[in-house]
Every structure is written in structure tokens, then in C-alpha cells.
């Protein structure tokens, strides 16, 4: 099935800037992909418009239920020009997912994937050339019904904004300092912490803001029942090196099925290092760290890729991780995969999208 989005192109272009060196998620492209829903007709009117804002109800749902669900996902533009995306497929089905658990009407997957590489191609002077930059992909879906009452939305819009980003990492990838968190919790299983829905983000601010006014730059989430078992890391899913062994916790209902992660796990896989994927204590990882056998530790996500952690403070000792400085595979598995993203290493799963530029 193929698809044609109508484009409505901005009268008023800005000018083409260094972007890239702003704050991440501040500037936003010309050009914005929208999608309504309601109960007769389904999703439809497809449609790429100038950026713009938009008008609600103040009665609308999302504002009073957070009945919403966003991707994130990056296009690189390589050397020679091409424009990739990494395993965008990956982001529309867990989208479908999110969308399943708020009661929001699933996507027409191909449409969605047509929408993301045609927005894109619309603002694709807007992807920054410098090493490490790209453009971010933010899809969202909103319910705008305008009725106060507890019950899903008749109505919505899922929408697609990009936004210039540079790279993470411009002094090089540092290790970071993590507080592991006793008092709050993200989520719970049987909750949504497996959904990329608002309400996770809004439940963590406030140990966000408790960690960083200690001087910690993350926080590191314990399960919800047992305050025990590790689970993720702000918007990243996170990795320890044990020995020889890589432990990532389990898919447990609790914490996001993250692209990154996924990858990870393959890569590691490819490569005949031991991973596993189960329950990980808090208590396992300071033993590890006590004999010697924690090796690296560190996050996932699409934002940063990898983030590798040089300590984890819990119950007021500050466990040091690898020296603090970045540990070897750490960097191995980062370098994986910017180089897949920026098309100059081996692609053995086939993970680069490459945009048809005709
Ligand atoms: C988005 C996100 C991740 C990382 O997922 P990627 O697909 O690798 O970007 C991990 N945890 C949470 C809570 C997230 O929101």
C-alpha cells in the first residue's frame, strides 16, 4: 500500500544555523506531520504543515488524564550524503504498544513509517552535517476530546515534530555519577512503566530534582515491591559488566523495551560475549563491586546512545565503577553503533533505514 501525504510548505523558511550547538530539543524544523482521529472515521487527513501551534480545548483529556504516548528517533546524515534512520520499524511497533496500553487506537504502522521518512525528506536540509549531530524524531499521540470524564478519548491526533540535535558527547563520552534511588519509585508492574507515556516522566521529576540538587546527574530506578531489584535509568535502560558476563534486568512489565537495548543485546550476542537478561539486586551489584567483579556499567538510549556510569551512590557509599573512566567494551559497543548509524561500519542486522532521496 502506498501512501500520499499532501505537503504544505512553509511561505516563510528560517534561515539554516548552527543549530546543533543549542540545548537538545530547542529549535525545531519548518515542517510539522499531522494525523486526526475520530470515533466515525477513523485515523485520516494525513497531512505535513508548517510548524505551527495548535489550538485545543481546555477541556481536552490529555491535559486532565495524560492519556498520550512519543517515540524517539534520530536520521543521521552520512558523508556521502545518504539520510539514515535506525530501526524506525522498531519505534512504530512499540508505538502500537504504548498505544494499546492507553487505550488509544492503534497506527496504521506503514503509514506512520511513510510519514516519519517523508517529514524528514521535506526538512532534510535541516539534518546538521557535523560529526555526532542529527536530526530527532518525536512522534506523539494526544487525546483531544473535550470532555472532563474518566474514559478513553473519542478523539486525538498523533503528530510528528523534528528537532536539530548535537552531538551528546562533544568532550568526548564522560562517565556519569548516579544516585541509586531509595525513597521514590517509576513504576510498577502491571502499571504503564512499559509504555512511553507521560505520566512515567512526570512521576520521576521529583527524584530527578533531589538527585541533581546532590550532584548526581541520574537517577538509577529500584522495582516498585521489593525496592531491590534494578530496573532503568531516567530515559535509558542500563547494562553491568559482571566478569566476563554483560546483565541487563529483564523485560518485567516494569521498564521500556528500549531499541537501544535491543541492540545492545544482539550486538553482544554477535560478538560471543556472554549476555544475560534476568532479575539483577542492588545487593548483587554491590557484592560484585566488593569482589572485584564489577567491571563497567552503563545506560542506553537513543539520546545518548551509551552513557556509561563511573559510580552508583547507594545508602551513603559511593561505589566506584571501572576507575570512573570509560570501560573498553562500553566504548566497543557505542562505536557499533554510531558507526551503523552514520553508515561507516558493518551493518550485520541491516539496522540502517536509508531514505530514498529521488
Ligand atoms: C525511551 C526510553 C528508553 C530507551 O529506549 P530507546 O528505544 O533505546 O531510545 C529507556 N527507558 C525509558 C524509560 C525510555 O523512555
Redesign the pocket.
Known amino acids: 500500500m502506498t501512501y500520499t501525504i499532501p505537503v504544505e510548505l512553509t511561505t516563510n523558511p528560517r534561515p539554516r544555523l548552527d543549530y546543533h550547538k543549542q540545548a537538545f530539543g530547542t529549535v525545531f524544523t519548518d515542517h510539522m506531520f499531522i494525523l486526526d482521529y475520530d470515533a466515525p472515521q477513523g485515523w485520516h487527513d494525513a497531512r505535513i504543515v508548517p510548524y505551527q501551534t495548535i489550538e485545543l480545548d481546555p477541556a481536552a483529556k490529555v491535559f486532565h488524564y495524560g492519556q498520550t504516548v512519543f517515540e524517539?528517533l534520530k536520521a543521521y546524515l552520512t558523508d556521502d550524503e545518504r539520510i539514515l534512520m535506525f530501526r524506525p520499524n522498531?519505534?512504530i511497533e512499540?508505538l502500537n504498544l504504548s498505544n494499546h496500553r492507553l487505550s488509544i487506537p492503534a497506527l496504521d504502522e506503514e503509514l506512520v513509517l511513510e510519514a516519519l521518512k517523508k517529514l524528514v525528506l521535506v526538512d532534510r536540509d535541516w539534518i546538521p552535517s557535523e560529526p555526532g549531530t542529527s536530526l530527532y524524531i518525536r512522534p506523539f499521540v494526544i487525546a483531544t476530546e473535550p470532555v472532563l470524564g474518566v474514559a478513553p478519548s473519542l478523539q486525538y491526533k498523533f503528530m510528528i515534530i523534528l528537532s536539530v540535535v548535537g552531538s551528546y558527547y562533544e568532550e568526548g563520552i564522560n562517565p556519569v555519577s548516579i544516585y541509586v534511588e531509595p525513597k521514590y519509585v517509576r513504576a510498577v508492574t502491571g502499571g504503564v512503566g512499559n509504555a512511553?507515556t507521560a505520566g512515567?516522566y512526570a512521576a520521576g521529576l521529583k527524584a530527578q530534582d533531589e538527585a541533581s540538587a546532590k550532584g548526581y546527574s541520574q537517577v538509577l530506578w529500584l522495582d516498585g515491591v521489593h525496592r531491590k531489584y534494578i530496573e532503568?535509568v531516567?530515559?535509558?535502560?542500563v547494562f553491568f559488566k559482571l566478569g566476563d558476563t554483560v546483565v541487563t534486568p529483564a523485560l518485567n512489565g516494569s521498564?521500556?523495551d528500549?531499541?537501544?537495548?535491543n541492540s545492545v543485546i544482539q550486538l553482544l550476542q554477535h560478538w560471543n560475549i556472554p549476555v544475560e537478561e534476568r532479575a539483577l539486586s542492588i545487593d548483587e551489584i554491590v557484592e560484585a563491586h566488593r569482589s572485584g567483579l564489577l567491571a563497567e556499567a552503563f545506560g542506553?538510549?537513543?539520546?545518548a546512545v551509551i552513557s556509561p556510569m563511573g559510580s552508583l551512590e547507594w545508602q551513603d557509599e559511593k561505589l566506584v565503577i571501572g576507575g570512573g573512566v570509560t570501560g573498553e567494551l562500553s566504548k566497543r559497543v557505542y562505536d557499533a553503533i554510531t558507526g551503523i548509524q552514520r553508515g561507516i561500519a558493518e551493518d550485520p542486522f541491516g539496522w540502517a533505514v536509508e531514505l530514498d532521496l529521488k
Open positions: 524517539g522498531k519505534n512499540r512511553k512515567n532503568e531516567g530515559s535509558m535502560n521498564i521500556l528500549g531499541v537501544t537495548r542506553t538510549g537513543t539520546a
